[in-house]
């Protein structure tokens, strides 16, 4: 892989020739994606190659729910962090909402995709939590996007990623989970 190099998004002019080539999501990061930076609800950052943007992703803190079969497949793959949280045995689990890192956007340039720069961007993403002194949630979760003509739910499937909710279930995006650990 070439020399990327990753960045704070501050602001959204820095993705003006940036097209991830699904329409919807393209003319939200050139459209409302600048006040959803400037009122920081997000922590947004791009990657860059040779100073050109070839992906950006965005981080919030959220919760998810989670339903008591999705739970149980869950505790047979946990490797714990922070451990007692995780312990199957732990009131944790008991709660109807599990803290989240979410990643609210994630797109890569479309003549960049299918060269594994998002998996790369997912695994330093999990790098960076892990390292995080601060970070507790035990979870990084996304919606991913899905609609008659385009999906990434498969994408994040191969990047170790579970449903969180009935995946049969047609709607515009599904919650899906990844362990951080
Ligand atoms: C989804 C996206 C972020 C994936 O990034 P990427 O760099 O293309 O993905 P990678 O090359 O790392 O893919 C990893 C694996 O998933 C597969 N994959 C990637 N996107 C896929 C998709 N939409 N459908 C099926 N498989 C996909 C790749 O072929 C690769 O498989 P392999 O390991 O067998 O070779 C990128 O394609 C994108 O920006 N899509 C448009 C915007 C979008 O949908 N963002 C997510 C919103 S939730």
Not at 21 to 49: N, P, Q, R, T, W
Request: glycine fraction near 4%; proline fraction near 5%.
């Amino acid at each position: 892989m070439k020399q990327l190099e990753i960045q704070k998004l501050s602001d959204a002019n820095e993705l003006k020739d940036f097209y991830c080539g699904v329409e919807a999501i393209d003319s939200f990061l050139h459209g409302d994606f600048k006040d959803y930076l400037y009122l920081g609800i997000c922590k947004a950052y791009v990657v860059k190659e040779n100073g050109n943007v070839v992906a950006m992703y965005s981080l919030d803190k959220f919760n998810v729910f989670i339903g008591d079969d999705v739970k149980s497949k869950m505790r047979e793959g946990i490797k714990p962090i922070p451990q007692e949280a995780l312990d199957p045995d732990n009131p944790y689990w008991r709660l109807p909402l599990i803290d989240s890192i979410e990643i609210t956007y994630l797109a890569v340039a479309k003549e960049r995709q299918h060269q594994h720069l998002g998996s790369f961007i997912i695994e330093r993403i999990i790098l960076d939590l892990l390292a995080d002194n601060e970070c507790t949630s035990p979870l990084l979760t996304v919606r991913a996007y899905q609609s008659e003509t385009y999906t990434a739910v498969p994408f994040y499937e191969k990047c170790g990623f579970f449903p969180t909710e009935d995946s049969s279930a047609s709607k515009p995006t599904l919650c899906m989970y990844r362990i951080i650990a």
